[in-house]
Structures are given as C-alpha cells and as structure tokens.
C-alpha cells in the first residue's frame, strides 16, 4: 500500500491541510506544535478508524468545529487506487467512505490498509498492566485475519450477555438456569477458543521474529522470549477442539464464582503476555 495524498479538515491543528507523499520514505519536519504527530494520527484513522494517541473521537476535532474529515489516496496492491475518506460528527458518530460508496461497517475497512505505528507510547508494551498487551495483538490479528476481527467482535456481544444474564441472577441471589445460560457459555467458548488458536499461531511464528532482529543487535546478549498466559497452558500447534475443552472445564470449575461475582471470569480479555529477558521478566525487570 503507498499513501500518495492526504487531506485533513478540522483535525486536531489542521483546519484544513493537503500533503503529497512520495512513494518511499517521506519525513515530516517543523517546529513543536506544527501538527506532525496528528497527521501519522490521521493516517491510523483511515486504516483503522481509531486513533493510536486517543481514547476517544472528540480529542481529535478542532475546537468549535462541528465535523471533522481525513481522506487519503491510496495506491493499493488489491485496486489500482482507493479513495478512502472517514468523517466523524459528534453524537452522530463516524462513517468511512471508499471510493464514494459508504461502508456497511466500521469493521470492513480494517485489514485492507494494513499500518505499523512505532512511538513512544510503545513503551507501555513491556511496561504498563496486562491490557496493553492484549490489545497489540487484537490490532496485529484483526488486521491480518479478517475473521480473527469478525470473532473478537461477536466474543465481546457475547461476554456482554453472558455478563448481564449473571448480574440478573446474581440480583435475585439465585444462579441462572442452565438453560438460559448455556447458549451464551457455548458461543463463548467457541469464538473464545478460536482467539486463542489465533494467538498462539502468531506467537509461535512472532518469537522467532523477535530472537533473530536481537541477533541482529551485536551489543545486545539477552536472549527474548515470550510467555502466553491463558486460560490453560497449550502447545503452539493445539487444536481449537482441545482448547474449547480446556475453556469449557475451567468456565465449570469457576461457576460458582462467577455467579457470586455476576461476571465473567476466564476468557481471552484476560489473557496476558509475558516478555522476558534471559528468563528475566521485563516488566519487572
């Protein structure tokens, strides 16, 4: 994929700014303030329709405008050339546009703009609490696998009405029929499952990755490595079959829990990576 032009209206400092890109590297210079840092944000926005700097849309709007507008062209290795526009308008939400035509979804756009962001703020990886790192690898995969995004999304619907139904019942102070529960326990386990398969793929194939670029690194002697943390300890190559057992035997085990707490209580949301270096743990470390 090469961006060749970019458009920002009412986007962060940029009230209205066209930049051309040549077609390998390109480098963005001027003084603190100028809004180089929002236009990389503004290229995350296209690919992935979120921010890499922000938690939430309105940060990204320039003050007292009422929408804001990023559009990218883009010469692309499936289309000839793609006309991707996003438009956000506060409590109307956002809407991406290719070629003209709007997209069902959000969701669609992700994957076929694929994006690496390097910053600062990547520190957080190996240093902040265990959410930050479950996210790299939602943003890794879903860009990827298409499915693996269309998964994660149906698990999140369906751990939030599993959630509702053990707080129902957990009100009540009685535990929820099996058979209420059992379908959203059973789609849980199955998208969950999936997830997991997904991940240890990765991990498996992006470990080696990670020991060769610090072979590539003559002052540096440790020797990296990374810990899957989840719901049951599983080679690389486990089958989804077996990892949907193992999910199934340790959701019964915690049932009881889970009905004193009214959440859920296992599942890939709670997954965590463990970076470590010569068996050190990085975070700590």
């Keep these: 994929m090469i961006l060749r032009t970019l458009r920002l209206q ?15 590297v390109n480098l963005l210079y001027g003084p603190n ?8 944000e503004a290229i995350h926005y296209l690919c992935l329709t979120k921010s890499f700097a922000a938690t939430r849309d309105t940060y990204a709007l320039r ?12 010469d692309s290795t499936r289309r000839a050339e793609l006309n991707v526009r996003l438009v956000y308008v506060p409590n109307e939400g956002k809407k991406v546009f290719v070629n ?26 190996t240093a902040a609490g265990p959410s930050e790192r479950p996210r790299f690898l939602n943003n890794i995969l879903s860009q990827a696998h298409p499915v693996y995004l269309d998964d994660l999304m149906k698990y999140r619907r369906a751990r939030r009405q599993r959630n509702e139904l053990l707080k129902q019942y957990q009100k009540r102070k009685a535990p929820p029929p099996d058979e209420v ?10 998208l969950g499952s999936r997830i997991i ?35 049951a300890e599983f080679a690389p190559d486990a ?3 077996a990892i949907a057992d193992a999910f199934r035997d340790e959701l019964e085990r915690t049932k009881h829990r889970e009905r004193d707490r009214g959440r859920t209580l296992l599942g890939p949301q709670r997954d965590e990576l463990i970076f470590r270096l010569n068996d050190l743990e990085v975070r700590r470390y």
């Design 10 to 24: 009412s986007f962060r400092a940029h009230a209205e700014t066209e930049l051309a890109f040549a077609p390998k």
């Design 181 to 190: 529960l059992a379908p959203w326990t059973e789609e849980l386990v199955a």
């Design 100 to 125: 003209g035509a709007p997209l069902d979804r959000l969701a669609d756009i992700v994957g076929q703009l694929p994006v690496v962001v390097f910053s600062p703020e990547d520190h957080a990886l």
């Design 63 to 74: 003050k007292d405008s009422p929408y804001f507008q990023v559009e990218g062209i883009i």
């Design 239 to 241: 089958s989804t079959e």
């Design 33 to 40: 303030g100028a809004g180089k840092t929002n236009v990389l």
């Design 197 to 231: 398969t997904r991940r240890l793929r990765f991990l498996d194939t992006f470990t080696d990755y990670l020991r060769q670029a610090y072979e590539r690194i003559d002052e540096v002697a440790e020797e990296p490595s990374i810990e899957y943390d989840t719901i």
